[in-house]
């Protein structure tokens, strides 16, 4: 079975930092670009971030640009998403997807992050 895991999702200050990862198992990781999306209730899903299949090449939404960072560890089967100085904008539940070309073929059940004082 296919499956991606998110974790690392909780309750943060603004200004503060946590680590999302995203396990997965059933597909030969190496093989597919990452993406970060995250959805707030009432709004479009946003790509947040993408990494190619070897983690060569990184993009960011403009909104996240300098703050986040995803990365790769393909021994480990992980994405990770690396989130500073968060704001409340932020808060969404962030999902994890694997991708081949223009397709998002498989979807994590999303973690939730709350950016709150």
């Known amino acids: 079975q296919v499956q991606l895991v998110e974790s690392g999702g909780g309750l943060v200050q603004p200004g503060g930092s946590l680590r999302l990862s995203c396990a997965a198992s059933g597909f030969t990781f190496s093989n597919y670009a990452m993406t970060w999306y995250r959805q707030a209730p009432g709004k479009e899903r946003e790509l947040v971030a993408t990494i190619t299949n070897t983690g060569s090449n990184t993009n960011y939404a403009d909104s996240v640009k300098g703050r986040f960072t995803i990365s790769r560890d393909n021994a480990k089967n992980t994405v990770y998403l690396q989130m500073n100085s968060l704001k409340l904008e932020d808060t969404a539940v962030y999902y994890c997807?694997?991708?081949?070309?223009?397709?998002?073929?498989?979807w994590g059940q999303g973690t939730q992050v709350t950016v709150s004082s």
């Open positions: 997807s694997a991708r081949r070309a223009a397709w998002s073929l498989y």
